[in-house]
């Protein structure tokens, strides 16, 4: 949605959706990720202040690990 239609509407969307951006990212804009967390139904956003594109490789498959377990990643 940031360069071209994804194929669905994101109003479809059901499951959690956690959106993460970094403040400083100079690949996508952070307002894309802003406005997808205005835009997917019920979406958690998390925005890292002090992060561009990608952080710590670590840190970010510590803070994914609810994509496999369903838990929360500040549990």
């Known amino acids: 949605m940031f360069t ?11 499951v959690p959706v956690q959106v993460r951006y970094g403040a400083k990212d100079v690949l996508v804009p952070a ?5 997808l967390g ?3 139904p019920g979406a958690e956003v998390v925005v890292e202040d002090a ?17 496999v377990t369903g838990e929360s990643h500040s549990t």
């Open 51 to 67: 992060e561009g594109h990608m952080g710590d490789p670590d840190k970010v498959v510590a803070e994914t690990r609810w994509l």
């Open 4 to 14: 071209k239609p994804w194929g669905f509407d994101l109003a479809e969307i059901t």
């Open 38 to 40: 205005r835009n997917v």
């Open 31 to 35: 307002a894309h990720g802003a406005w």
